[in-house]
């Protein structure tokens, strides 16, 4: 069938002179001249190498999605501060890979994955954690922490900016984790919550002169007067973040820039003002890392990587969390199932997976670990509208309607009816075209790539319906063929 044999094209031509004029513009521009005089005194006589660095074409790295094996690594260089990290070769069309789709690895600057290895040393214990990302999206660091998190943890990802969100929640509904949920809040809205978890990762909205290889634009948006206003904010939010960390957890702080006021001069403030204890990671010489004064820097003539700059911390200090939890999830209005409702939706779990659900006023159903419901409930009372918790689907009568995001879950049963599709069906059930699959069962089936599944279809035997969300599809230009 023609539908069934369409080629997927990127317009090869115009791509390819995109990268060629990208490429022109970093060796023709010129950097803001305050901001060389300031890295000509951070670097000495390595600046010339430095900026010879930032007229070269980043590198291109992947972190692989340890729940969902479906990208074959073999050959490629591995990131040597992350497991699941390698770099390409070259920048691929991420958008026509289905694997990417599914969740099965996420797209992320090397450099800001040494943070996996920072956790690993600062939190030997493998004990379930309260976890809070404070300014999370796109989501890159907040899969990582999915991926590292000890079993039977909390990962809260919480984006102030909200036109930002709705890429963050996505992004961690293809990674998959379960044990994951979003908000949206400024970090003083969590004041009651002081205390209560035992990892806050800051990764502050900088000047970006770590990106200034990848994003002009974030050469024409640098000022000295931009320096000031970030690291005025880095502090506003990290004053907040501090009284977050329960007694003996870890504050980790992170930018993608490299001057001193917004990377160590706000470690020291933390350090001397806020009291928290700075620690040493031991770190191979042969990384390429310099240590500062109370963090670390990634410069990217140093290593295979962009600018990124991090530093970890104690609470020696602080309170012990004292809140009460909700009586139930009030701030989502929700009503708890009836126990056949329950029961149906365990059949679409993993044995193993043991949840609880409520369901909202418009019918869809949430759900979570009920090892986690305790938490949940303190993080419902405390913040003004609670947390978004898992889309399970929603009931029609007896039949349930899946959601992608129950589509997406690693706690998904591997009993379900599936087909697998190869990579011009998967990118036609991407596209939201018509695709026909008279082999198949009729009734609910999981579109897969590679075991890894894509989302939801509807064998009715004369047609597929398919499920996969509007915002998901891919609009890129295909032709027959």
């Given amino acids: 069938m023609a539908q069934n044999r369409a080629i997927f094209t990127l317009k090869n031509g115009r791509d390819a002179a995109r990268r060629t ?126 991926s590292w998190m000890p079993e039977g943890s909390l990962l809260l990802a919480n984006e102030v900016i909200r036109s930002r969100v709705t890429v963050l929640k996505e992004n961690l509904e293809r990674w998959g984790s379960p044990d994951t949920f979003t908000c949206s809040y400024d970090p003083e809205a969590f004041s ?78 933390l350090a001397e003002n806020q009291k928290l204890t700075h620690l040493d990671i031991d770190l191979p010489t042969e990384w390429g890392i310099n240590a500062r004064d109370y963090g670390y820097q990634c410069y990217p003539h140093h290593l295979r990587g962009e600018g990124f700059y991090f530093a970890a911390f104690r609470q020696t200090r602080g309170v012990p969390f004292s809140g009460k939890p909700a009586r139930y999830m009030d701030k989502l209005k929700s009503k708890s199932l009836h126990k056949r409702e329950e029961a149906a939706l365990a059949d679409w779990l993993d044995e193993d997976a043991d ?55 690693t706690a998904i049963s591997a009993d379900l009816p599936a087909v697998e599709l190869d990579r011009e069906m998967s990118l036609l059930f991407l596209k939201k075209e018509s695709i026909l699959l008279p082999e198949a069962p009729k009734g609910w089936l999981l579109a897969q790539h590679r075991g890894l599944n894509l989302g939801w279809m509807k064998n009715l035997g004369n047609r597929v319906n398919n499920y996969l969300p509007k915002d998901w599809r891919i609009r890129m230009e295909i032709r027959e063929g």
């Fill in 21 to 146: 004029a990208r490429t022109t513009y970093y060796l023709t521009v010129n950097l803001p001249p305050a901001f060389s005089a300031s890295m000509q005194t951070q670097l000495g006589a390595d600046f010339s190498l430095f900026e010879k660095t930032l007229a070269t074409e980043p590198p291109v790295s992947i972190r692989l999605n340890p729940a969902k094996r479906g990208y074959d690594a073999a050959g490629l260089a591995p990131v040597p501060w992350h497991p699941e990290g390698y770099y390409l070769p070259e920048r691929p069309v991420f958008t026509l890979d289905p694997v990417f789709h599914a969740g099965g690895y996420y797209v992320q600057e090397a450099s800001s994955m040494v943070l996996h290895e920072v956790l690993d040393q600062c939190v030997p214990s493998k004990y379930p954690l309260r976890v809070l990302d404070l300014c999370a999206a796109p989501g890159g660091k907040s899969t990582l922490l999915a």
């Fill in 192 to 269: 009651k919550l002081n205390g209560f978890f035992d990892l806050v990762l800051v990764d502050a909205p900088c000047s970006g002169e770590g990106l200034f290889r990848k994003d002009p634009d974030a050469i024409q948006e640098w000022s000295p007067e931009h320096v000031q206003l970030c690291s005025a904010r880095q502090r506003r939010i990290l004053a907040a973040a501090v009284k977050l960390v329960a007694p003996g957890g870890m504050l980790l702080y992170s930018t993608c820039t490299y001057n001193e006021l917004e990377n160590d001069q706000n470690a020291q403030w």
């Fill in 355 to 409: 949840f609880f659900f409520v369901q909202r006023p418009d019918d869809t159903v949430l759900g979570a670990p009920r090892h986690l419901k305790e938490d949940l409930l303190f993080l419902d009372a405390a913040l003004p509208q609670g947390v978004w918790l898992r889309e399970m689907g929603a009931f029609k009568g007896k039949d349930l309607i899946p959601a992608q995001d129950l589509a997406m879950s």
